[in-house]
C-alpha cells in the first residue's frame, strides 16, 4: 500500500487548509485510514481517522469541532479538512493505513503505512 499526502501549506491563525491522501497498491487489505501529526520534539499523535466501511470517525479532542476527516472510497483518497487553525496545529501531519484492526486504534505503532508527510504551519 502507498499514500501520497498533499495539501500542506503556510497559513495565518483562524485560516483553513484541506489534507489529502491518496491510496494505491493493495488498499483492500486496509480499514482505517487516519491522519497523525508530529510537532518538533513530540511524539507523533492522532488527530483523526476514518474506517473505509461505514465512514465511523475519531477525532482527538483538540480538533474536534474545527476538523472534518472524509473519505471517497472510489477515489480510494481521505481527506482532512482543517478549518480555524490555530499556531499550536502547526506540525508535519501524516496519513497512515491499518490492516490489522477493524476497528479504530489511535496509536501510531498501530498502523501499518504512512505517507511522507506534508508541513502545515500556522502563523499568529
Known amino acids: 500500500v502507498q499514500l501520497q499526502a498533499s495539501g500542506g501549506g503556510l497559513v495565518q491563525a483562524g485560516g483553513s487548509l484541506r489534507l489529502s491522501c491518496a491510496a494505491s497498491?493493495?488498499?483492500?487489505?486496509?480499514?482505517?485510514m487516519g491522519w497523525f501529526r508530529q510537532a518538533p520534539g513530540k511524539e507523533r499523535v492522532i488527530v483523526a481517522a476514518?474506517?473505509?466501511?461505514?465512514?465511523?470517525?475519531y477525532y482527538a479532542d483538540s480538533v474536534k469541532g474545527r476538523f472534518t476527516i472524509s473519505r471517497d472510497n472510489a477515489k480510494k483518497t481521505v481527506y482532512l479538512q482543517m478549518n480555524n487553525l490555530k499556531p499550536e496545529d502547526t506540525a508535519v501531519y501524516y496519513c497512515?493505513?491499518?490492516?490489522?484492526?477493524?476497528?479504530?486504534?489511535?496509536?501510531?505503532?498501530?498502523?501499518?503505512?504512512w505517507g511522507q508527510g506534508t508541513q502545515v504551519t500556522v502563523s499568529s
Open positions: 497512515a493505513a491499518d490492516s490489522t484492526w477493524s476497528r479504530i486504534m489511535t496509536s501510531a505503532d498501530q498502523y501499518d503505512y
Open positions: 497498491g493493495r488498499t483492500f487489505s486496509t480499514s482505517v
Open positions: 476514518i474506517r473505509w466501511s461505514g465512514g465511523t470517525t
